[in-house]
């Protein structure tokens, strides 16, 4: 199954944490993904952060207010 990323965005809003590799999503939609999740304090654990540049994680991480977990467990 595949779901959008308009529903992912939904979904963080609505308090929805979820795992997510970021080999599949771009940056940019990571960062509202992760804007959306702070507001409700849900959860995001971020698989494969070694996919996008350390200035794209940084806002991830300021735009999540703590609610993105990175997985830096294979780099």
Do not use: E
Not at 43 to 68: E, F
Request: a positive charge; glycine letters at 6%.
């Amino acid at each position: 199954m595949s779901i959008s990323i308009d529903n992912l965005k939904i979904i963080a809003s609505r308090g929805g944490g979820m795992i997510l590799d970021s080999k599949n999503i771009a940056a940019s939609d990571l960062k509202i993904i992760a804007s959306s999740a702070s507001k409700t304090q849900a959860q995001i654990i971020l698989k494969n952060p070694h996919a996008i540049s350390t200035d794209d994680l940084k806002i991830i991480a300021s735009n999540a207010k703590g609610c993105v977990v990175f997985d830096f467990y294979n780099i």
